[in-house]
Structures are given as C-alpha cells and as structure tokens.
C-alpha cells in the first residue's frame, strides 16, 4: 500500500501515519521527495480498510497494490484453472458451449432443445427451473419437476446440466439432479448463497452482477474459493449502463482483464448480454474472439411461445449457424469448439 502525504503534510502528521501503519501491522519505508513524503507500507492484509489511513491528517492519497483477493488471484495460482463438469473441461484449449432454453418449461420443450443443442455440439444444457425473475407475477419456473424433465433430457442426448441455485435450502435438489450450479446475476452479493454453492461440491457457474466492477465480482468468486471448492467458472453477462439500445451492455473487455487478473476460466453470455436474437450470434463470435472459454447461449425451439427471455432466444438453425461460425474463430486462435 502506498500513502501519499499533503504537500504541507508536517513532520508530527507524518510520524502520526508510521505510528498508526505500524499499530496495523505494517513495516512502513519511508521516503521524502522535495514536496511530498511518500510511506510504502509492506505487509497489508487482504481485508486491511483504506480508509483507516485516507481520514488522518495530512494524507492525501491511499493506493492498494496488492489485491484483496487471494485464492482468485493469479499471484496466489499460475496455472490456468480447469473445471470439471460432468465429462466437460472449461478453461482447456477446447471451448465448451452451454445451451438451452431460459426456463425449463415442459418435457417436450427441454427434450426438443437438448436433442437440437447436442446435435449442434454443444456440451452441456442450461435451463432454469428456479428462475430469478424481476416480476413476481412471470412464470418462476418448474421447481423440482423441472429439474427431473432436465436432467432426462440431458442423459437422453450425452449433455451435462447446468442450473440455477436459488436459495440456499434447494443444496440437495442441485446435487441430485446438476452437475454444475449457476448464481444469477442478481444474486452475486448474495452472500449466504455463495457459501452454501462453495459448499455443494459442485462447479459454480458465477455471472457477474448488473452493476459488479471486475474486483467485485472477483471477491465474490472468493467467497466460493474459501470454502474450498476450487471450480469457480466466471460468466460476462453484460452490465447495466447508459445505453438503452440492448438490454445490457456486454463488457468483452472483461475476458481479457480477469484473465489477467485470475486463474479461473471466463465465460460469455450474448443471450442476456444484448437482450436480443439478432445481436446474439456477432457477440458470441466476439467472445470467443477475445479468448473466452465457453459460451453461455439460450436456445428455444419456440421462442416465440417462450415463458422467459423468448426475444432473446436463438430458433434452432441459428444455433446451428452460431456453432458453425464459432468453430473457424476458435480454429483461428489455435482452440477448437468440443
Ligand atoms: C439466466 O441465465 O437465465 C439468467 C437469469 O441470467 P442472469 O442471472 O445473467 O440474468
Ligand atoms: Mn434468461
């Protein structure tokens, strides 16, 4: 951590700051330029609050160099990390694509979507059975009946499943019928949510929040971290800025920045990252374009008679399309597409 002191920051001031980094724990170097004193602060804690330096007299500044994560970081782990979910690898060279419908609805309806997304190459089917809508009066899913429709569908056509984890008390009903569980992005700073997916023992699929900065939701991906589940899979749905001309604004830029920043593989969602059918497949392509490990892609063979997010959702030859064009990016960048 690095103090800047004020231009007239005087003698007793500065001492008062050592004195104070010192109480915290901090071996603090010091040195004094012709304006300004600077204090390099060695030893900071990831949980250390800034602003226990920023309000004493004549500080000007406080920056953190260190992260405040630890197990997310890729000072902390090198290697790029890869998740198991089901017989799928996510973070390897091969991208792995989850599709599916928004909600589970019917059986003919998540058969008909896994038999079209297998076929097309994709690896594991999504589908909501609790969904996390912003109306109360939407349809809020199948519960517990769809869970059993998907988790059929997906052994009748070799896909693994991947789903949303609600609330807590549903643990059991995720690790009987999921093989990975996904925390929506209005639950992302749920935090007794995110204890209870790091201990299921199941991948967690993160979507960051509508309004997560990167650092955000990196604390968030540690929270599962420190409960000793290593298989955090990040996922850029888009975030909520001033442009209303998509439903959310899908921040590519992330991909490149967490993978910087961390070990864990990162996933694209152009479905909920633009709102919209016909901006879905230009993005996906993007995605993988910028280094993605995987696509999240929503899929419906009606989408016209969807219960959720129908606007949204690719008719099945799109998918179709969408596979074909993502196998020449993934071809150029040197990956390949499951
Ligand atoms: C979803 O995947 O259907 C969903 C609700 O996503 P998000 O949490 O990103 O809005
Ligand atoms: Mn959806």
Same mark, same amino acid.
């Not at 643990?171 to 093989?179: F, S």
């Not at 374009?289 to 099945?316: F, N, R, Y």
């Given at each position: ?41 060695? &030893? ?5 609050? /800034? ?6 007299? &004549? ?20 290697? =790029?990390?890869? %998740? ?38 994709? /690896? ?13 009066? %939407? ?24 789903? #949303? ?35 299921? &023992?199941? =991948? ?17 991906? #540690? ?14 749905? &888009? ?19 967490? /993978? ?10 152009? %479905? ?40 949204? %959702? ?25």
């Amino acid at each position: 951590m690095v103090v800047v002191m004020d231009i007239g920051a005087d003698e007793a001031q500065i001492e008062s700051v050592i004195a104070t980094l010192n109480d915290h724990g901090f071996d603090v170097h010091r040195s004094s330029g012709s304006q300004r004193t600077v204090l390099g602060a060695v &030893g900071v804690k990831p949980e250390f609050d /800034k602003r226990h330096i920023e309000l004493l007299d &004549g500080v000007y500044t406080v920056h953190r160099v260190s992260e405040p994560y630890k197990f997310a970081s890729r000072s902390w782990k090198k290697e =790029p990390t890869e %998740s198991k979910v089901g017989n799928v690898v996510i973070g390897g060279k091969e991208i792995a694509v989850m599709a599916g419908p928004c909600s589970v609805e019917s059986e003919e309806q998540i058969h008909a979507s896994a038999e079209a997304v297998a076929r097309a190459g994709a /690896k594991i089917l999504r589908g909501g059975a609790f969904k996390p809508r912003s109306s109360p009066y %939407s349809f809020q899913g199948l519960g517990e009946e769809g869970l059993v429709m998907m988790r059929e569908a997906a052994d009748a056509h070799g896909l693994a499943v991947v789903t #949303e984890l609600m609330d807590p008390s549903h643990a059991d009903l995720m690790a009987k019928y999921a093989d990975m569980v996904q925390i929506g992005a209005r639950n992302m700073q749920n935090f007794p949510l995110l204890r209870a997916a790091g201990q299921l &023992g199941l =991948p967690v699929l993160l979507k960051r929040g509508l309004s997560a900065t990167i650092q955000e939701w990196l604390m968030s991906a #540690e929270y599962i971290l420190a409960e000793n589940n290593p298989d955090v899979v990040l996922c850029e749905r &888009g975030i909520r800025t001033f442009e209303t001309m998509t439903r959310n604004t899908l921040d590519l830029s992330a991909v490149p920045v967490v /993978k910087a920043r961390s070990h864990l593989p990162v996933v694209v969602d152009p %479905s909920h990252g633009t709102g919209i059918r016909n901006k879905v497949l230009p993005m996906a392509r993007a995605g993988v374009a910028a280094g993605a490990d995987g696509l999240m892609i929503e899929v419906h063979p009606d989408p016209d008679a969807a219960l959720s997010d129908g606007p949204q %959702s690719l008719h099945i030859p799109q998918f179709d399309e969408l596979m074909a064009q993502i196998r020449l990016i993934a071809e150029a960048i040197g990956r390949s597409v499951g």
